[in-house]
């Protein structure tokens, strides 16, 4: 009997960690285009990035890696909603910049 943990497991626990980190450190940005809108963020990197997280999916999927798979689709996820943030927020800030203008102009 082994002692201890196998390559593959280290393999594993290092490929979730690494996966959970980078997909979670893009949550305070999505945060932040909920709070202050996206007009920082174009539309071309988000479509880069979730083109990118698309690809590495692919990867993950013909190698039969659990970690890569479920955190590209995690990251894919937040891309979405990032994206749809971003076209929300700058279209509330138009309907509110108009019904601003009409009250002002009485």
Not at 15 to 44: M, N
Not at 80 to 94: C, E, M, P, Q, S
Request: a positive charge; proline letters at 1%.
């Amino acid at each position: 009997m082994e002692k201890g943990m196998t390559t593959d497991t280290w393999v594993t626990i290092a490929g979730s960690l690494g996966g959970f980190c980078t997909t979670f450190a893009f949550v305070p940005q999505v945060l932040k285009i909920w709070k202050q809108g996206g007009r920082d963020l174009s539309y071309g990197m988000l479509a880069l990035y979730l083109f990118g997280v698309i690809l590495w999916l692919v990867y993950g999927i013909l190698l039969h890696a659990q970690a890569v798979i479920v955190t590209n689709v995690a990251t894919a996820i937040l891309i979405a909603i990032a994206t749809t943030l971003k076209a929300w927020t700058a279209r509330r800030d138009v309907v509110k910049n108009t019904i601003l203008s009409a009250v002002e102009r009485g």
